[in-house]
């Protein structure tokens, strides 16, 4: 659905395969984003 989305927070690569966008951080802070289609 366009109008929601979920925020998942992990270090496990099995669930990457989800996501249409991932941010990639460190301390807090977002470092870069890999967006998919």
């Given amino acids: 659905h366009p109008d ?3 925020i ?3 270090h496990d690569s099995r ?3 989800f996501a249409d966008t991932i941010a990639h ?5 977002i470092l ?3 967006k998919f289609n």
Avoid at 25 to 29: A, F, L, P, S
Wanted: cysteine-free; proline content about 0%; glycine content about 6%.
């Fill in 4 to 6: 929601r989305a979920v």
């Fill in 8 to 10: 998942v927070v992990t």
């Fill in 15 to 17: 669930v990457y395969h």
């Fill in 25 to 29: 951080m460190d301390d807090g802070k």
């Fill in 32 to 34: 870069r984003t890999e």
